[in-house]
């Protein structure tokens, strides 16, 4: 079959690669100059089914209204007249009770437990550097508080398969000598063996290659405009550069995808969600952490790569700006 797949992300190359591996012809198209250049561009580099709890959940709408006045709030909403915007919210907000967190919660769980195995097998096919460390991550806390509600929150993540290991204080150090410095503000911590961290801009670019050596087509700066149809079937998407004909068409496309899925009659309830990140060269990397996490209270994100360290914070919705 000719599959087109839009989208030149961490979403779209991937599924790529598992196309070709299915004897498919491929063809990728993206508006931008290279693979990985919007959302997998800059990312946290976690991939963290042991911190699969739905966002949705019933403390989120108290955080998002101190969120108006306050800037100090991990999840941050900026309200627009969009109405696009409302109609997510109202959709979000209803899945902020506790009965659909935990049912969100195992959906989200097992989705992460079945991406993770699957870049474990491309991984082992194509044996290329992204900075992958397979050590585990570590989720801190800093009072004894928010750290024993997080042990009795995890225990729906061990009922889906997945191992976490509770630290005191003193083996959060021994795990990750690189915490050292921060011993005394942490009351303890969640150890995830099985969760790992990379580099998704340097995964998606080399996979991207790979994929061209395999016969796809990546269709770099090519800004797709709409679709033709026959008989109710799509059969080619239009294109600054002309029609792309193909059977198959997959929308990998993130939060740009509903504004094209509108076209075929589709509403995915999709808004775009920024973080904020800064990937700082270390002058000596064996004073990085060993391994990537979370400081929970703070919903800051560390991850190091290479001789690199990557942090990342706050959630905000409301914008498509970079």
Not at 9 to 26: M, N
Not at 267 to 278: E, Q, R
Request: net charge positive; with cysteine; glycine share 8%.
């Amino acid at each position: 079959m000719r599959i087109v797949i839009l989208g030149a992300g961490l979403a779209g190359i991937t599924s790529a690669w598992e196309c070709l591996r299915d004897g498919h012809q491929v063809t990728v198209l993206d508006r931008a100059k290279s693979p990985a250049d919007f959302t997998s561009r800059a990312n946290a580099g976690l991939i963290a089914p042991g911190h699969a709890f739905a966002w949705a959940s019933p403390s989120v709408p108290r955080i998002m209204l101190r969120s108006l006045w306050r800037n100090d709030q991990a999840i941050r909403f900026r309200p627009s007249a969009n109405p696009r915007q409302w109609r997510w919210l109202t959709q979000f907000l209803r899945q902020c009770t506790a009965q659909r967190a935990r049912v969100n919660t195992l959906r989200k769980t097992r989705l992460c437990q079945y991406s993770q195995s699957r870049l474990h097998v491309v991984a082992e096919e194509t044996d290329f550097h992204y900075d992958r460390n397979t050590g585990g991550l570590i989720y801190f806390y800093r009072s004894d508080q928010s750290f024993k509600a997080a042990a009795i929150k995890s225990e729906i993540l061990s009922s889906a398969g997945v191992k976490i290991e509770i630290l005191n204080r003193q083996q959060v150090v021994e795990r990750d000598p690189g915490l050292a410095d921060a011993q005394n503000a942490i009351a303890g911590a969640l150890f995830v063996p099985t969760d790992e961290s990379g580099d998704a801009r340097t995964f998606t670019n080399t996979l991207a290659e790979r994929c061209r050596e395999r016969g796809a087509e990546v269709r770099m700066q090519t800004e797709i405009t709409g679709f033709s149809k026959k008989s109710g079937r799509v059969t080619a998407v239009n294109t600054n550069r002309g029609p792309v004909n193909g059977d198959l068409f997959v929308v990998a496309l993130g939060v740009f995808s509903p504004m094209l899925s509108r076209q075929l009659g589709l509403s995915l309830p999709i808004y775009p969600v920024k973080g904020y990140s800064v990937t700082l060269p270390a002058t000596d990397p064996e004073l990085l952490p060993r391994f990537g996490g979370v400081d929970e209270d703070n919903l800051l994100a560390y991850c190091p790569m290479g001789n690199r360290l990557r942090i990342t914070a706050t959630a905000e919705i409301g914008s498509y700006s970079t």
